[in-house]
């Protein structure tokens, strides 16, 4: 089969699509990267465009829709990224926290890293109280990589020595070269498969809300549409948090700026 190439109007479809059903925007100079993630699966039906793929799609028709939107999210992620909100976490949050069950919410939780490194910041450091995390993510090929908790050896690289020795179990033989979350640690995090467009207010209130380097895919409509409706499940005095590079100025004014890129709910 030779090599299709995705035209500009075949291009339009697949980002009007992905941006009625997540509010992600996809730029122009994501054509390429539309083309490469979605040829394979054009070749596997034997079509002849990316038009009749487009098609396919909306039909809803093999799981393909699914498999669609997997393929066109991102999932870049890694453990104990952007490091200083997990320092408040350790510093400020836990040691006034007053919950009877604490809850944190790891929103577009990827693969999983980001709610482990909570799982392990809480389970060093909050004694004997009683916690948990839930993490969400639209595609539901990476939520199974998450409850899996298992990853290549090459994702420790960032985790303390420390949390990797008590939390982390190295594999052997056939598994040599991964390592897996400690089952106690699994125990507590949870992963569910979820759009941050529609009404999750079925996963109940938390505590601490994580929504880290989401905002830069959306438009300001977009971002206020998601914002307010997490909003609505963060405790009075909750704290929001988003990403270094990210910021809530002029996408809602019920929160106060406690640091940088960490807000409270008023």
């Not at 083309?35 to 799981?63: C, D, I, T, W």
């Not at 400020?92 to 944190?104: D, L």
Request: hydrophobic share 40%; proline share 2%.
């Amino acid at each position: 089969m030779d090599v299709l190439n995705l035209s500009d109007k075949e291009f339009c479809l697949f980002q009007r699509m992905i941006y009625e059903i997540a509010g992600i925007n996809l730029s122009e100079n994501k054509k390429a990267l539309v083309s490469s993630r979605l040829a394979k699966r054009v070749k596997h039906f034997g079509l002849n465009s990316y038009a009749q793929y487009f098609e396919l799609l909306q039909s809803k028709a093999h799981n393909e829709y699914q498999i669609a939107i997997d393929l066109l999210t991102t999932h870049e992620t890694f453990f104990f990224r952007e490091p200083k909100h997990f320092d408040f976490i350790r510093d400020i949050i836990i040691p006034t926290w007053n919950s009877v069950h604490y809850r944190v919410w790891s929103a577009a939780s990827s693969s999983g890293e980001e709610a482990y490194t909570l799982a392990m910041i809480l389970a060093e450091h909050a004694g004997n109280k009683n916690w948990e995390i839930v993490g969400t993510d639209i595609s539901t090929q990476i939520l199974d990589r998450a409850r899996s908790g298992h990853y290549a050896i090459e994702r420790a690289d960032n985790i303390p020595k420390n949390y990797l020795t008590k939390y982390c179990l190295k594999g052997t033989g056939q598994q040599q070269g991964t390592f897996i979350m400690c089952p106690e640690l699994r125990q507590k995090v949870q992963f569910i498969h979820a759009n941050l467009k529609d009404n999750l207010s079925q996963l109940g209130s938390f505590d601490v809300i994580f929504l880290r380097n989401v905002l830069i895919y959306f438009d300001i409509k977009t971002k206020q549409q998601v914002v307010t409706q997490l909003l609505r499940q963060l405790k009075p005095n909750g704290y929001f948090i988003v990403g270094h590079s990210e910021s809530l100025n002029g996408v809602v004014d019920n929160l106060k700026v406690i640091v940088p890129s960490v807000y409270q709910k008023r």
